[in-house]
């Protein structure tokens, strides 16, 4: 058991390692085929016959919309909740077949069955649980949209005397973005279309209730650059700062029980190794006398 403990511990670390050095990749410009996909998956829809047999409903589809837009994913929340019915589904008969498989080898085309079974199984955790994986990603997300708009908050906070519109006074601190500067971007560039609209929109791109709050107060300061409104810039930033203040302190707090956790391995292999060869011979002397 400590064994284990000790290997599923030591896998956990070496996939976060290799999480952040993948994070340092340099990305790739994306393709206009990519954003053909992307606009594909936005605005497909299903067939109304088919959303009826897969017993979706309005409020269901709202919510996965609003956790989908959290995530940064857009697409049709319709088609992924209807995409992840039919895919749990399909998953459902390949883990079947797969244990089929473990007395008829033939089902699985000669792929070791216990293999299928497993992605299988796994896939089913995934889709079953998807609501709780989003919200996960929804919270890292917001977390880092919260980090950064502290960060331009604060440099318009640096530019409240000086005479630049606010455009140029956001053109400034786009520098200083980097999970946000796609969305960030194309506010600047749609501001003079029209600026409230670009708000609008740089909100429904980020979805989360920081990037709403952060639009609210462009718009006021777009409407009126007075040194007063720069006094509801600063309420939002402590605001942030508090945000960011309790998700330092979870994190502390997670890692304290994961120390706690290790800590603990090393006792309890000290009592297999010393303690339980005593506990076996007291039970045996024990059997032995009754």
């Not at 956990?12 to 992307?38: C, D, E, G, K, N």
């Not at 497909?44 to 959290?70: N, S, V």
Request: hydrophobic share 45%.
């Amino acid at each position: 058991m400590i064994q284990i403990a000790s290997n599923v511990l030591l896998f956990v670390f070496i996939m976060t390692a290799v999480y952040h050095v993948i994070r340092l990749v340099p990305v790739r410009a994306s393709r206009w085929r990519t954003w053909q996909v992307v606009s594909v998956l936005r605005e497909k829809k299903l067939p109304d016959w088919l959303f009826k047999c897969l017993g979706l409903k309005a409020k269901m589809i709202e919510e996965k919309r609003q956790l989908l837009l959290g995530c940064g994913i857009r697409m049709n929340a319709g088609l992924y909740e209807g995409g992840r019915r039919m895919l749990l589904g399909a998953t459902f008969l390949i883990g079947a077949l797969g244990y089929a498989g473990l007395q008829h080898p033939v089902l699985t085309l000669f792929i070791e069955p216990i293999y299928v079974v497993t992605v299988a199984a796994c896939l089913l955790l995934f889709l079953f649980f998807d609501k709780k994986v989003l919200v996960q990603l929804k919270e890292k997300r917001s977390n880092r949209i919260v980090r950064e708009i502290y960060v331009i908050s604060h440099h318009l906070l640096y530019y409240n005397d000086s005479h630049m519109s606010l455009h140029a006074k956001l053109s400034l601190c786009a520098p200083q973005t980097r999970s946000i500067r796609t969305q960030f971007g194309l506010l600047l560039n749609e501001w003079y279309q029209g600026s409230e609209t670009a708000i609008a929109q740089f909100k429904i791109r980020l979805g989360t209730d920081e990037a709403h709050s952060f639009g609210e107060t462009l718009n006021v300061l777009r409407l009126n650059e007075h040194a007063s409104y720069y006094e509801l810039l600063k309420q939002r930033i402590q605001d942030y700062k508090e945000k960011m203040e309790l998700v330092r302190e979870s994190k502390k707090e997670a890692v304290s029980y994961v120390l706690f956790v290790l800590a603990g391995l090393p006792i309890l292999n000290t009592f297999r190794v010393f303690m339980y060869p005593w506990v076996a011979e007291g039970q045996r002397l024990f059997h032995a006398i009754n």
